[in-house]
């Protein structure tokens, strides 16, 4: 979102790069930008990972109703492995949605002390990919 907001603000700006004062020759970069090109590109990739992430959710789901696959029974065991690990004991729950072991939601209680992350909760969702361990889950912050 933050690179979509820098852009937006930005659509009208094109032109040559300018050099930065810790530039020499050796590393100078040479060429021009426009941030409506940008933008667009943000945009592509915002959609191919959710449309990709979308898709990693309806495939969980499949699988989850088979029950006995390899993959439900490698997100079983990743679950398994998180109860067992104690990161309930340090504020942090999870747990498989009912009707896809690929998608978990997770609280975090806490925060850093002394800041405006003190004693909040943060409410996230884990998607896993079928291919999980090997492709790294998305998060999706709810909160």
């Known amino acids: 979102d933050r690179y979509v907001a820098a852009a937006t603000q930005h659509k009208d700006v094109t ?4 050099p930065v004062e810790f530039e020499y020759e050796a590393n100078r970069m ?17 959609d191919r990972i959710e449309r990709e992430t979308m898709e990693w ?15 439900c029974q490698q997100m079983q ?11 309930s004991d340090k504020g942090i729950g999870a747990s498989p949605q009912p009707d896809n072991l690929f ?3 997770v609280s975090i209680y806490g925060g ?3 800041t405006s992350w003190d004693n909040g909760m943060y409410v996230l969702r884990l ?15 709810e909160t």
Do not use: C, H, N
Request: zero cysteines; charged letters at 30%; proline letters at 4%.
């Open 15 to 18: 032109g040559a790069f300018e």
């Open 103 to 105: 998608v978990w939601d």
């Open 112 to 114: 850093l002390d002394g």
């Open 127 to 141: 998607i896993f990919s079928k291919d999980f361990p090997d492709v790294p889950p998305r998060i999706k912050f």
């Open 77 to 87: 065991a990743a679950f398994e492995k998180f109860q067992r690990s104690g990161q």
């Open 30 to 46: 040479d060429g021009t930008f426009d941030f409506k090109d940008i933008l667009e590109r943000l945009k592509v990739i915002r």
């Open 57 to 71: 959710s309806q495939q969980g789901q499949a699988l989850t109703a088979k029950a006995d696959s390899f993959e």
